[in-house]
């Protein structure tokens, strides 16, 4: 089972986050706390990472809520894109043949080369 914390375990548990903050992240749309029937709400394991980050993007960077949301989506979809890559060349590394791993092979290294 999963993890579940409330608001004060993730404020004790990330150094750095302060209740304004979490408030302030939560109201910027770049932590989304799980929501239950109740009306209460919950963090996961995943969050307090995030928290982690976003925190270290403040502190380190002085990033405001517009930019922190801007920078935290590109981390998001950097983060898909590898997952979608990383499905794709299993797939093709299970069921491709020798000629397409091959060809997929010589693509990437071209593309590393480039780029």
């Known amino acids: 089972m999963t993890r579940r914390y409330t608001e004060e375990e993730v404020i004790e548990r990330v150094a750095s986050l302060t209740r304004t903050q979490l408030v302030s992240f939560v109201r910027a749309e770049v932590i989304r706390p799980v929501l239950t029937k109740d009306g209460g709400a919950y963090y996961r394991q995943v969050d307090l990472a ?5 925190c270290e ?3 380190v960077f002085g990033l405001q809520d ?8 590109l981390i998001d979809q ?4 590898r997952r979608e890559l990383r499905l794709v060349l299993d797939v093709v590394a299970e069921h491709g043949s020798d000629s397409l791993r091959l060809r997929v092979g ?3 290294r071209q593309a ?4």
Not at 66 to 73: K, P, R, Y
Not at 78 to 81: D, F, G, I, K, T
Request: hydrophobic content about 55%; glycine content about 4%.
């Open 78 to 81: 950097l983060h898909a894109a």
């Open 106 to 108: 010589e693509a990437l």
């Open 66 to 73: 517009d930019a922190l949301a801007m920078v935290i989506s």
């Open 50 to 54: 995030r928290l982690e980050l976003l």
């Open 112 to 115: 590393n080369r480039q780029g």
């Open 57 to 59: 993007l403040c502190d």
